[in-house]
């Protein structure tokens, strides 16, 4: 058998990522009743940060020491990554002295070739094109929630980004639809939705996304390495702030989700955070569990290959 990475959520399987979203509120429940679970000790994970990060790397290095392991924090500043090292070099060597890999950088091929030349399981931590352990986290609140997301409506504000993306991918994994409203031009890719055109809608209005949906969820309209492209994407998203009015749109019990940072007042209004049907700290704090989840579920895989 092969090595399992998980650089987008398709490396699991539908009945794969339920059990995982099973087991993180597992371990949630474990962690709250302070119950100690060490099954790797003596276990590194290694994180590798092109991008900043405050959610990831907290998470991943809790978890991992809840876990009884450790965390190296490596940043492209303070490596031979930064200075030019092949990549495939850099992956023999770094997962030669690690039991597990996070990567957080910018191009998904990196995470890609770095996993070709891995000796243990990789974990993509975000890149340009997907976020899969922010959708792990927010799978798990809904279903901490609402119960089966299976046969609802999500709808997408915003850019059709990284996120927006592994929001299609879960869709067909999780059976649900996903109604994107983004402004022309700032669309998913169309080879994207081509592939998952039988379970995603893409709008240019924010209201016929919001209309009768379970889940509304956005993000900032500039993410990072865009800065530069701040005024301009204000003006081209200024019709797609996620606020009260939109809310009212969808179901009552619709629930609101953002991956953070926020930017009160954009893609948001002022008091969106505290709407009585949000529910981003919750999701926030999943991260930890639904990652734990994943390490878990990696390092046991790959255990049983060895």
Request: charged residues 25%; aromatic residues 8%; negative net charge.
């Amino acid at each position: 058998m092969t090595l399992r990475h998980f650089l987008t959520l398709r490396d699991l399987s539908s009945l794969e990522l339920n059990r995982i979203l099973e087991r993180a509120s597992e371990l949630k429940r474990m962690q709250h009743n302070n119950e100690v679970y060490q099954p790797f000790v003596g276990k590194v994970l290694g994180m590798i940060f092109e991008k900043s990060s405050t959610r990831t790397r907290i998470s991943f290095e809790a978890g991992m020491s809840q876990f009884g392991g450790d965390a190296i924090f490596l940043s492209s500043r303070d490596t031979q990554l930064g200075r030019g090292e092949p990549i495939e070099d850099s992956a023999r060597v770094i997962s030669s002295m690690l039991d597990i890999v996070m990567i957080r950088t910018f191009g998904h091929d990196i995470v890609e070739r770095f996993a070709s030349y891995s000796k243990v399981p990789v974990i993509n931590g975000l890149t340009d094109d997907h976020h899969p352990c922010q959708l792990l986290a927010d799978l798990q609140t809904y279903i901490e929630h609402r119960g089966s997301i299976e046969g609802k409506t999500v709808a997408w504000i915003g850019d059709g980004n990284n996120m927006c993306n592994s929001y299609i991918e879960a869709a067909h994994m999780m059976g649900f639809k996903l109604k994107i409203a983004s402004p022309a031009g700032y669309e998913p890719k169309e080879e994207f939705l081509t592939e998952f055109a039988h379970c995603v809608e893409v709008f240019n209005n924010a209201e016929d996304a919001a209309v009768n949906a379970d889940l509304i969820v956005t993000d900032v309209w500039a993410s990072m390495g865009q800065e530069e492209e701040q005024k301009h994407r204000e003006q081209a998203f200024a019709q797609f702030q996620v606020n009260e009015k939109l809310m009212g749109l969808a179901h009552p019990d619709c629930l609101f989700m953002h991956c953070l940072p926020a930017h009160r007042g954009e893609e948001i209004s002022e008091n969106m955070l505290d709407h009585k049907n949000a529910v981003v700290w919750d999701e926030a704090e999943n991260r930890l569990h639904a990652q734990k989840a994943l390490v878990e579920f990696l390092l046991n895989e790959n255990m049983k290959q060895s």
